[in-house]
């Protein structure tokens, strides 16, 4: 299920970036006056037509470096990665419920195996060195052992990490595709029967547990008809990498994809197609059209070019709620990945494994949208030399 | 397409904001500066506009007939909800008192929607998981409408080192799923309703502060709030008399749309067995057919119904949000 | 060649509120024939833009048309989808509004020009590289230097913007040219430059061309002949100079009226209105000699992405009792913040003086909001200063209420109304801004600044946002002011001819610095800086073709 922004309406437009120069509201800048101080050089005696070239009045705003604005995002990113990892400290240590007595409370133990429990797990130190031997631990690549797998859960989490990325890299890839492609052509034929169906599907898709559709899928399909799979990455014995096993491992995609793209999908579609409506009534488009364009020439050259633009970044912040929602599906279909180790981790209750899970989990979303930033800034013109 | 300039445009048929490109206001502006002077009791005026935007809206809201569906069955749900103990008293969820009932029968007369893998009738359990499903749901939404609101609107209003501050957390918020928190959260926390409501309500106020942040920084490069400022007024007069009422609208029409996300979360943290098992909650039921393989095993009534019960009470609320959200802004109602 | 005539045309608005359908235009007949100038007039509302869409039909579908529109004597109605495509640019063009979004923001400039050739080759610019030439030449006949082509919209200025689309317009070497408020949102002097521009390649390739605005002056500076709209029908149409400088009908006289004639005694410290406000003090108040508001050495920097700039450099200024000082300056001279600097709303730099009444400007939170009842600010648009939600009451109280002050509630909110001759005030008193017209929700502003008592009012261009007819009735008010109150005002404007209409004293300002301060008579009249001579010059004249026949 949940996103970070669950709500595929309208409203959902992210601030554009500098968007429309001088009558925006930049946070960065909230004073009006300064926006007109920034047009301040205007140059308006440089009228004279002797000199054709700089004929023109105010010189436009030169670009930013990009340099500045990498850091920024770096630092952005950075802050948001210190809040997980603090997070990841004191959610485990510090909120009522002694993570030692809720393990004894699940296993009968006797006092003497408690403490020593304790110990095992440093949580009789006091809280700062704890803190210090975690911090230590997070940047040699150390996140403690679990407590039902008696592994390190670094070395768990590396062996599920591959699998997870696998599927959720696959439901990404199509939702995108599918949710863009689908929601340029809803709100370009808007009110038509093709918008209804696909608007109307992707509200019902929206409004169920995405773990649900998984069960529905899981019954019907491999269930009752037996088509598919109910569970794993690959039948076992099969070597992964011949013929054989590719195609196996397709066939055990085939489902848990379906559950994470049928909702992710449908908030893509929702998105972009607020955001075409959007610019369906600019000015461009009447330009567009009044040059001669066909409908789908000033679709496809002008409008959908702009819409994409705030829809990328509302995508990216969309696949963190993908990833997340992974947790649930690789439960329900057994797929080898950090979500069943998650599910496990609470079930055990399993803390250092969940901690770790949890960490990494945040990590990728992080980068991810890391990245999402650099992208968007080649993508876009007004933020690259705005 | 005529060239309005906003002095001179005729507000659309709702007063509301924002609708600053006017599409509903072309070429039509019979006023001129003439007296068209309004009538001359003023409380009476007013509580007729008042009156009128009510009627409009409702007018509205009653035009949109998947909203009226949604409505009913909200209704619906919410009445057996309450009506549960009157209706099914609790001992029918007592385990040892079913012990002459058929385990996994499939929906018949006798069993309207089948039974459980304990005898117990499902429909049953889904009038008792309303209770607890809507409950988080409606309570998680209020706790995060409520921290979205002061925190969205923090950040729009306040500049420099404090504003930064709380645009880094809500940044924070808005990039880390929720349900990723809120698994820790409620994996640390005594099992048991409030913990998944506040585990709800704690993390999933992001896109409600991401809301309420820009519509306060569109309402904050307004002139009046400059206007304010120069007539001598303070944050609090800003803050209170300016930004809160016209954020409200949308927290309002918001807090429908999100009650379905707190619906989905929570079913989603019951499954995954973070939720207080010995209550009824449609996430558990699902949880519970998980445990017993219901769905590979053909027991599709016991996968099917609190799934679809979910369906239902998400789907109302969306419809019923997306109605308020076309009244306050509506630039959406073309669409 | 082709001529555009509109018969008999209406277009009305399906609409689906309950205000039922709109009529945008009602029977509107006007011919423009191969090689003529036509400008169409009027304010928001007059249907002109719609009228201009029909010609190549690009309507919204919830438009209907009535009457017919004939391009080269074919009626548009009945092209094909195809044939109409074909006609767009090819035989006739639009100029939009560049300098607002009607160029793609995420495409270059030069590919949106070429993206028209394409459409509209003619057997002429076959190839890529043809179409790249074109291109260029079509960039250097609006002077444009050739790597603008790869610029984007939001790297250019306002005039730039307007270039490339005029530049645009031109490519297909079309017959006809349609200009939509060609010169909006643009400085006078660069509106000089466009418009010129303009009309000197028209001119030189017998294109036809059909301008509207809101602007009877600059219509009147190019076209030869008049049409002016309103409510959607046509009210007075004829040679350009006729209809400005001998108007027949009312509406015109008071269009015409709005635009000063700098220079002309009759208008000096008389604006033009058919409701003048009232004067009622026996000996009215004139300007005296006792300073109130004074700036010494006023500088004010900010930190934009580029760093820091200077918006203000050492200004000087006074503002005496019963003086109406202008300030005039382009968008960008620094001229808003200097007014946002008086009122303390803006850091200055270290150095510059700010004093009222001879006292310097206090610092602390409170003892600032007891100097703002003193000093007052009017916002550019009203309608924006205006929360759309309060009543007229509500609106005008909120500063006695953020002031603290608690008596006579009431009474000081019907006299500020009345002051600001919105009369009967108990009228108004519960509509919200939605149902007031522009100009009265400029009084409303006023009222509000007036109900705290100031003896200064600062407006930062007060009737910029207003249309024409409004513009005198605003400004008389101000006038009124001044005689019935003896109230200071500063006003920001870059309009000369509102100077010269109510000002007694005029600041000319240029990036951030004063270059001309004096009695407006000495300086419209006899102006010496260099600068008040070129924004003089620029500023539009009723009629005479001026622009076309001065190049």
Known sequence: ?386 | MSANTPAEAAPGPSSNEPNPRGSETRGSDPRTSGRAGPAVDGAKLVRERRMNNAKKNWALFRSDVPALIGAVVLLFFIVIAIAAPLIAPASMLDVTKQLDVPRYAPPSLDHPLGTDDLGRELWVRILWGARVSILVGVAATVMSMIIGTIMGLAAGHFTGLFGGIIMRIVDFFIVLPSLLLAIVLSSVLERGVFTIVVAIGLTSWASTARIVRSQTLSVESRLYIERARILGAGHFHILFRHLLPAVMPLVLANTTLTVGGAIIAESTLSFLGLGDTSKESWGTILKNSMDVSAATSGYWWYVLTPGVAILLVVLAFTMVGRAFEAIINPALRSR | MTDLQFENVSITYRSSSDRGDVVAVEDVSLDLPAGATLGIAGESGSGKSTLIMSALRLLPKSARLEGRVLLGGQDIRELSFGQIRAVRWAQASIVFQGALHSLNPVREVGSQIIEALEHHSKGTWTTPQKRRDRMFELLAEVNLETSKSSAYPHELSGGQKQRIMIAMALACEPDIIIADEPTTALDVIVQKQILSGLARLVAERGISLLMISHDLAVLSAVCANLAIMRHGRLVEYGPSDEVCLSPQEDYTKQLAGAFPQIGDPESRLNPRTLKPAEVVRAEPFTMTDEVVLEAKNLSVSFDTRRGRERAVRGVDLQLRKAEILAVVGQSGSGKTTLARSLLGLQEVEAGSQLSFAGKALPKQAKALRAFRRKVQMILQDPAGSLNPKRSVYEAVVEGLKVQGIRDQEYERVIGALEAAELTPAEDYLESIPQELSGGQRQRVVIAGALALDPQVLIADEPVASLDASVRGEILSLFLALKKNLGMSALIITHDLGLAWNIADTVAVMKRGEIVEYGEVDRVLSDPQHEYTQELLAAVPRLGSQSLVRNE
């Open chain 1, 1 to 386: 299920m949940s996103t970070p922004t669950h709500d595929p309406h309208s409203g959902d437009r992210p601030d554009r970036g500098t968007g429309t120069a001088n009558q925006g509201t930049d946070p960065t800048n909230p004073s009006p006056a300064s926006a007109k101080g920034s047009a301040a050089t205007a140059d308006a005696n440089s009228a004279k037509p002797a000199n054709p070239a700089t004929v023109d009045m105010d010189e436009p705003p030169a670009g930013g470096s990009f340099a500045r604005y990498f850091l920024r995002k770096l630092g952005g990113a950075a802050t948001s990665m210190v809040l997980v990892i603090v997070l990841g400290f004191f959610a485990f240590r510090m909120l009522p419920g002694d993570p030692v007595l809720k393990i004894a409370k699940e296993r009968p133990m006797s006092p003497a195996q408690i403490a020593e429990l304790r110990s095992q797990y440093g949580l009789d130190k006091p809280v700062i060195v704890q803190f210090w031997d975690y911090l230590v631990g997070i940047v040699t690549g150390d996140l403690g052992e679990s407590y039902v797998y008696r592994k390190s859960v670094s070395a768990l989490i590396g062996e599920y990490l591959g699998p997870t990325l696998l599927l959720t890299a696959t439901a990404a890839v199509i939702a995108i595709v599918l949710g863009l492609w689908l929601g340029q052509i809803s709100a370009w034929r808007r009110n038509t029967l093709f918008d209804k169906l696909a608007s109307s599907t992707s509200l019902i898709f929206w409004s169920v547990p995405t773990f649900w559709l998984g069960l529905i899928l899981l019954m019907i399909f491999g269930g009752t008809l037996q088509w598919l799979p109910t569970g794993g990455m690959i039948t076992p014995g099969l070597d992964p990498w011949s013929p054989a096993g590719i195609i196996d491992v397709i066939k055990h995609l085939i489902l848990p994809v379906i559950s994470l793209v049928a909702v992710v999908y449908a908030q893509f579609l929702m998105i972009m197609r607020a955001s075409l409506l959007e610019e369906m009534n600019e000015d461009y488009l009447t330009t567009a059209r009044a040059k001669g364009l066909t409908e789908d020439e000033v679709r496809r050259r002008h409008a959908v070019p702009n819409a994409l633009l705030p829809t990328v970044t509302v995508v990216f912040l969309h696949i963190g709620g993908l990833i997340a929602g992974a947790v649930t599906v690789e439960a329900v279909f057994s797929w080898p990945g950090l979500g069943k180790l998650t599910f496990e981790a609470i079930r055990g209750p399993d803390l250092p494994l969940l901690q770790g899970t949890f960490v990494v989990f945040s990590a990728i979303i992080i980068v991810m949208n890391l990245a999402a930033d650099i992208v968007y800034r080649f993508l876009d013109p007004r933020v690259r030399r705005a």
